[in-house]
Each structure stands twice: as C-alpha cells, then as structure tokens.
C-alpha cells in the first residue's frame, strides 16, 4: 500500500502541520491502496510564503534557462512513465492500456508543447516607441480534477513553469498518487525551492484558502461548475485572475452519408473511453431522423461491444472512480426511464458477472434534448441519442445547451462539415478525429472561461505591461 504522507513545500518533502490522513480506494477493488494527508490552511500559508518568496528570482529568469529546467522535467517524467500509469489505474480505475498510454501521454505531450511553445513565443513586442512585456501574473493556485490526472495537472503547471510564475498544486484527493509521483519527478529535475509546491487536500478546505488568499494572483480550476462559481466568489475577494475549465454536454453531430454507421460505431465507442468520465465527451449523439433505425443498430453493437472488467486486464472500460459517481451515475440512468427514454443498450447496475468494484453497464438512450439525461452532465458511460430533421436543426440542437466545452462532427461533406462547425458555439471541435495539442481548449457559457494548450495557455499566466515612449 502507498502511503504519501507528505507535502512538497519550498523544496522539500514536509509533514503536514495537523497531521490527518485519509485513505486512497481503489475503484476496482473497494479497497485501500494507498493513505495520503489532508492538509490545512496552515500548511497553505506555508506554500503561499515559499512561492511568494521564489517569485522574485523565477520571473527573472530567462526563456532558455526555463527550457532548460523543461527539458529535464522531460527526462524525469520519461524514466517515471510506468510509475504514473500504474498509479492512475489504482486511484481511478482506468484500463492499465489507457493509463499507460493515453493518459500518461498527454501528460507528455503538454511538456513538449509547453517546450515547443516557450521555444517561439516572444515576451517583448516593439510597436514604433512603445514596448509590450508580457510578465508572468506570480503566484497561483492550481487545482486540478481526478478524471483525467496527468493531463489536466500537466496542462497548467508546465505553462505556468515556462511563464516564469510560482505555484501551489491541489491535486484531487481521489486521484493523489500519480500528483505524489509528479511533485517526484520535478524535484529530480531540479526545479528551484519554492516555485513548485503541492498541498493535498479537500477543494473545500485548500481551494477555499488559495482563492481568497491575498498573496494568491491567480487560480486556474478545473472541475465542476459549482464549484467554479464559488472559486469565483471567493477570488472577488482580492480581484486576482480566475481560469476555469467546467462542465460539458458535447454534441456529436453525425451527418447524413454513405459512412454514417461507422461515424455512430465510432462515437459510441468513443464515448465510453475512461468509463464517461471526461468533461468534453460527446455525451449527445445527434444524428438523422430518417436513419434512425440504422442507427439505434449501430449504437446498440457498439454499446454492447465495449468490455468492462478489471482495469488490469484486458477490457475496454474499468469502473468509474468512486462509490459516490456510481450513485449519481445509477441516478441518472433512472430518471432516463423515469422520462420516458428508449434504452436500447445498458441501463441500471453493475455488468453481469461483476458484483464488486464501481462498474457501470455502456448505457444509450434514445431521447430529446428537452430530457435531463440530454441537459445535464453524467460524467459516466451515458449517451444520448437525439435525431434532427437536417443541418441546420442538428446546430440548433447541439447550441441549446447551457454548456459550450466540445463538440464533434462526423461527416465526409466537407463544405457542410465546415459550415456545421463554424455555427457551433462550442470551445473546441473535433472534426472526423483531429487533435492538436497546439490548438486551444476552453469553454463558451457556463462551461468556463480563459483558455489552455499551447500559446493560449501560456497568456493565462501572463499580464500585459505598455511602456510608452521607451528608448528603443
């Protein structure tokens, strides 16, 4: 069993100062994997003074002393690579080929587009006698979700390390192991005392004090939008820079062609990646009226394709992360029947043959927009399938939505393809499987704002100064 019992603080693995350990469950198992401390405002104060006290020398720095700490990291994290996949399968039950690959992957994949970018990107621009710098905001407060460890951690800490800014990390308490093993390969790396830090906790307790603290200049949260609204609250406090990644019900628009059964085989299966659990999944099929049947049979043979079973083995889908999820997931698919929903795969309780671990059955229903299943998010193995009359009903649909983090579009009409996306008031799309980890991710509405990957990452973390009548 793993026990990581200590905080990263200026340099140095801490105790807490009122010790309190909580346990680590594996969603697989129902069982303690690992212990880790719960930190309070005390052990915040602490990590604040050591970032406060780093800013100084970091944001100083120059471009290629940063990319040399980078590439480093890039080292470490090549040689802990195992570490981190084994770590993410125990904590939140993802597959051992997913945590080992898609997972611990786009963590890398951050570092070297963080690399790439900080490589480029030019901190001074001269415009006739004024000069624009671009200055790292100083300390901020990064607080990060359990669904997808590595790459929501990776996506804030390496910007913010290029920018030349200080940190605080509140990793998620259901997913502390890989963070535990993060902080690990940044201190083999190098990285000076006090620029990163890592307090774990609870979001109540340690979220609450880095958004109201006035030593704080910015938080960059992901996670649910409640929460969101109250970071919110609190940063009013000291008007510092909020940067919030929240909910998602992403439409995934398949469009009427010669390929639509294989885009819905497609997009089924794709929804079940990471058992749901991911704030951008095209949680809304829409798809043409007048092939429904064809595609109610699709979705139900790819539904009932996806294997659930020990991560460790070789299944598709492990559980989802938490006895607490399962309830709310298990709820959700009761209010579909409860509406009046089609359920054509799926549906309530563990898969047969599983009757421990937090597993849930690759659920679809056929429904409308109008219903909770279609308006909320699960953040489960739930689709929705919606049907639309043409085009312009379908971008009708996806944009009556109180959300705007993803969408998706399938089809081989490239000028319609076009069209579709660019009516779809949605943060990022997915055109036919592209991915750009240079492209910016963030959401319109009340799926958040600000934006990271790539160079929009980076300007989350810097503010902007004019000297005018510089002699140049």
């Not at 590439?71 to 993802?94: C, F, N, P, V």
């Amino acid at each position: 069993m793993r026990e990581y019992l200590k905080f990263y603080i200026d340099g140095h693995w801490v105790d807490p100062v009122e010790p309190h350990a909580a346990e680590v469950i594996n969603p697989a198992t129902e069982e303690v994997t690992g212990r880790i401390s719960l930190g309070s405002p005390a052990d915040v104060e602490e990590a604040v003074a050591a970032a406060c006290k780093a800013f100084s020398s970091w944001s100083q720095t120059s471009k290629a002393e940063r990319l040399d700490l980078l590439k480093s990291i890039q080292t470490e994290y090549a040689k802990r690579q195992a570490d981190l996949g084994e770590a993410i399968t125990e904590e939140m039950g993802a597959p051992a080929s997913l945590a080992n690959g898609f997972h611990v992957g786009l963590g890398a994949g951050h570092l070297q587009t963080a690399i790439e970018v900080l490589e480029r990107f030019e901190f001074e621009e001269v415009r006739g006698a004024t000069v624009i710098r671009h200055e790292p905001i100083g300390v901020c407060g990064l607080i990060t979700p359990w669904n997808w460890p590595m790459n929501q951690t990776c996506v804030k800490v390496f910007p913010a390390l290029a920018t030349g800014c200080t940190m605080i990390l509140k990793p998620p308490q259901l997913a502390a192991l890989s963070a535990h093993i993060l902080a690990e390969i940044l201190d083999a790396a190098g990285v000076p005392a006090g620029v990163f830090n890592m307090v774990q906790g609870s979001g109540s307790v340690i979220g609450t004090v880095l958004s109201k603290h006035q030593d704080v200049d910015m938080i960059s949260f992901t996670g649910s939008e409640p929460v969101g609204v109250q970071i919110q609250k609190d940063a009013a406090e000291t008007v510092k820079r909020v940067g919030l990644e929240l909910g998602g019900k992403s439409a995934w628009i398949v469009l009427d062609d010669e390929k639509l059964a294989e885009h819905v085989t497609g997009a089924t299966a794709g929804m079940m990646g990471n058992s749901g659990q991911t704030c951008s999944a095209g949680s809304r099929l829409l798809v043409p009226n007048s092939r429904m049947a064809e595609v109610i049979e699709a979705a139900t043979a790819a539904a009932n394709g996806v294997t659930v079973g020990d991560p460790n083995g070789n299944f598709a889908m492990g559980p989802v992360v938490s006895k607490g999820q399962y309830n709310i997931i298990q709820d959700y698919i009761q209010k579909g029947l409860d509406e009046g929903a089609k359920l054509i795969a799926g549906g309530l309780g563990r898969p047969e043959g599983l009757d421990k671990g937090w597993y849930v059955k690759p659920t679809v229903f056929v429904g409308t927009n109008d219903m909770v299943i279609a308006r909320e998010e699960i953040f489960g193995p739930v689709l929705v399938i919606i049907g639309y009359d043409d085009a312009d009903q379908a971008v009708g649909i996806a944009n009556e939505s109180n959300f705007g983090l993803g969408g998706y579009i399938s089809g081989t009409d490239l000028d319609l393809v076009r069209s579709v996306a660019r009516r779809m008031r949605t943060g990022a799309i997915w055109i036919n499987g592209g991915f750009d980890f240079h492209a910016p991710f963030g959401g319109y509405k009340r799926s958040g704002n600000g934006r990271e990957w790539g160079d929009y990452g980076f300007r989350e973390y810097l503010e902007v100064k004019s000297m005018m009548g510089f002699p140049v």
